[in-house]
């Protein structure tokens, strides 16, 4: 079974920073990608930014030029530096690795249990 932790979430004041880690342990075939989802009180949760095994990156409008994502794939872990922080960005930002748990199996979705960020003065 895989799980996933994540770390570095806090309060900030606007225009600051947070760097976000997501560390991947368990039982894996293989990871597809990697990425952040974050869910703002009252709305759904939406895609932040992912990243392939070959570091292709894929970003909401919102947070371009504002957040970074990378990935160590010797340590399973990603991280998402948050820049230039705006009120908006409030919100619980969950980790999700997509992946096959075993050779011949679907690749599926697993997801971490959140971490809180709130940008607020």
């Known amino acids: 079974q895989v799980q996933l932790v994540e770390s570095g979430g806090g309060l900030v004041q606007p225009g600051g920073s947070l760097r976000l880690s997501c560390v991947a342990s368990g039982s894996i075939f293989n990871i597809n990608a990697m990425g952040w989802y974050r869910r703002a009180p009252g709305k759904e949760r939406e895609l932040v930014a992912t990243i392939t095994s070959g570091t292709s990156t894929n970003y909401a409008d919102s947070v371009k030029g504002r957040f970074t994502i990378s990935r160590d794939n010797a340590k399973n872990t990603v991280y998402l530096q948050l820049n230039r922080l705006k009120p908006e960005d409030t919100a619980v930002y969950y980790c999700?690795?997509?992946?096959?748990?075993?050779?011949?199996?679907?690749?599926?979705?697993?997801w971490g249990q959140g971490t809180q960020v709130t940008v607020s003065s």
């Open positions: 999700n690795l997509m992946g096959r748990p075993a050779w011949g199996q679907p690749i599926r979705p697993y």
